[in-house]
């Protein structure tokens, strides 16, 4: 069965960071392009980052540019995103996704699996 993971969210204080995983089982990730997205109550889901499937081409959201990171690795079957700086507007669900296809983009209906989500809370 194929899964998608998340880890790593919580409650963190403005100005901290926190990383992200996203753990693939039932299929290997070499074939797919993956995104991180995220939804904050009462909005519509966002992109926030993505990678091609061979990690060699990323792409950010304006908003988290010079503050996140994403990166993967195939051996590990697993994709991360780094995030610095945080802020309260960074504050969501997040969601990893994965897209069968080389390049990745930031548009939500362009990708075909999806994990259940983790909280992202920055506040003091």
């Known amino acids: 069965q194929l899964r998608l993971v998340e880890s790593g969210g919580g409650l963190v204080q403005p100005g901290g960071s926190l990383r992200l995983s996203c753990a693939a089982s039932g299929f290997t990730l070499d074939y797919y392009a993956m995104g991180w997205f995220r939804q904050a109550p009462g909005k519509e889901r966002e992109g926030v980052s993505c990678?091609?499937?061979?990690?060699?081409?990323?792409n950010y959201a304006d908003s988290v540019k010079g503050r996140f990171t994403i990166s993967r690795d195939n051996a590990k079957n697993t994709v991360y995103l780094q995030m610095n700086s945080l802020k309260p507007e960074d504050t969501a669900v997040y969601y990893c996704a994965a897209r069968y296809y080389t390049y990745c983009s930031l548009t939500p209906h362009e990708y075909n699996y999806w994990g259940q989500g983790t909280q992202v809370t920055v506040s003091s």
């Open positions: 990678i091609s499937n061979s990690g060699g081409s990323t």
